[in-house]
Nanobody
Framework: QVQLVDSGGGLVQAGGSLRLSCAAS????????MGWYRQAPGKEREFVAK????????YYADSVKGRFTISRDSAKSMCYLQMNSLKAEDTAIYYC??????????WGQGTQVTVSS
């Protein structure tokens, strides 16, 4: 089993920056990848970014490409999402995710990001 705690959300003006963090604990040795998803009111949860643990291969949604950067510290079992040039449409609850082969996906509790215009 693995537990995820995500944090770092808050209120920021358009054009500003925010850094989200996700701390994994428990059975972390077999993590294959970690990522971030977000869900705005009345909308489906959508993919934002993900990163492989064995090599820092990254993937981004088109809506955040060039503005957001995902990174990881495998020794500390931490994942980060640096969010720059924030827009009002980035407002959502952001959830950390971890994938381990043979196990259900793990999810953080969510952290609120609000971007004011």
């Amino acid at each position: 089993q693995v537990q995820l705690v995500d944090s770092g959300g808050g209120l920021v003006q358009a054009g500003g920056s925010l850094r989200l963090s996700c701390a994994a604990s428990g059975r972390t040795s077999n993590i294959y990848l970690m990522g971030w998803y977000r869900q705005a009111p009345g909308k489906e949860r959508e993919f934002v970014a993900k990163i492989r643990w064995s090599a820092p291969t990254t993937y981004y949604a088109d809506s955040v490409k060039g503005r957001f950067t995902i990174s990881r510290d495998s020794a500390k079992s931490m994942c980060y999402l640096q969010m720059n040039s924030l827009k009002a449409e980035d407002t959502a609850i952001y959830y950390c995710n971890a994938v381990r082969p043979g196990y259900p996906d793990a999810w953080g509790q969510g952290t609120q990001v609000t971007v004011s215009s």
